[in-house]
Nanobody, 121 residues
Framework: QVQLVESGGGLVQPGGSLRLSCAAS????????MGWYRQTPGKQRELVAA???????NYADTVKGRFTISRDNAKNTVYLQMNSLKPEDTAVYYC???????????????WGQGTLVTVSS
């Protein structure tokens, strides 16, 4: 079984910064992509940023130039540095990861519990 634990959300003023972290643990053999998604009430969950095991990144147009995703493969951890935050960035942010487990090498895809980011003055 694989779990994701997120941290780093909170309240920040417009123009401020926050850094989210997400650590994967459990019976992990390898992790392929890790990513961050966000969701607001009444809307579908949307991709914010993703990063492959090789370091290739993908960003939503709305966050390009303001957010940076990175990962530490040795720690099975992904980060999201969020700068120049705007009120429209307010959402619950979810971490996602997929890969394979030990022994069986079976595929897994898991989600974190979510962390609330509120951008408000």
């Amino acid at each position: 079984q694989v779990q994701l634990v997120e941290s780093g959300g909170g309240l920040v003023q417009p123009g401020g910064s926050l850094r989210l972290s997400c650590a994967a643990s459990g019976s992990i053999f390898s992790i392929n992509a890790m990513g961050w998604y966000r969701q607001t009430p009444g809307k579908q969950r949307e991709l914010v940023a993703a990063i492959t095991s090789g370091g290739s990144t993908n960003y939503a147009d709305t966050v390009k130039g303001r957010f940076t995703i990175s990962r530490d493969n040795a720690k099975n951890t992904v980060y999201l540095q969020m700068n120049s935050l705007k009120p429209e960035d307010t959402a619950v942010y979810y971490c996602n990861a997929d890969g394979s487990v030990v022994v069986t090498r079976g595929y897994f895809e898991v989600w974190g519990q979510g962390t609330l980011v509120t951008v408000s003055s």
